[in-house]
């Protein structure tokens, strides 16, 4: 059963940087399509990119397109949300996801396993 934990949340102002990292410590998602989901109050939860198991293929959703950056290093087991240039708007509850698929996929239905979130809270 994969098990996987988000870390790197914070509270950053409007324009700063974070970068969220997602791992499991006792299992591999090298094999895994992984994603990284977002959730604001009140609102469901939404897609913001995802990356196939070996790096090749990427997808974003356009919200954050030129300001986020997906990754995985796959020797340390770690997928990573790099995120610059971050708005308010932005502030939401980050979940990893982790998907059989061969291609990354933006909907939640695709991803079996899920981590608890990390809060990225921008302030104006």
């Known amino acids: 059963q994969v098990q996987l934990v988000e870390s790197g949340g914070g509270l950053v102002q409007a324009g700063g940087s974070l970068k969220l990292s997602c791992t499991d410590s006792?299992?591999?998602?090298?094999?895994?399509?992984m994603g990284w989901f977002r959730q604001a109050p009140g609102k469901e939860r939404e897609f913001v990119a995802a990356?196939?198991?070996?790096?090749?293929?990427?997808d974003y959703a356009e919200s954050v397109k030129g300001r986020f950056t997906i990754s995985r290093d796959n020797a340390k087991n770690t997928m990573y949300l790099q995120m610059n240039s971050l708005k308010p708007d932005d502030t939401a509850v980050y979940y990893c996801?982790?998907?059989?698929?061969?291609?990354?996929?933006?909907?939640?239905?695709?991803?079996?396993?899920w981590g608890q979130g990390t809060q990225v809270t921008v302030s104006a």
């Open positions: 996801a982790a998907g059989r698929g061969g291609v990354p996929s933006l909907r939640k239905l695709d991803y079996g396993y």
């Open positions: 006792r299992r591999t998602i090298n094999i895994y399509t």
């Open positions: 990356i196939n198991w070996n790096g090749a293929i990427i």
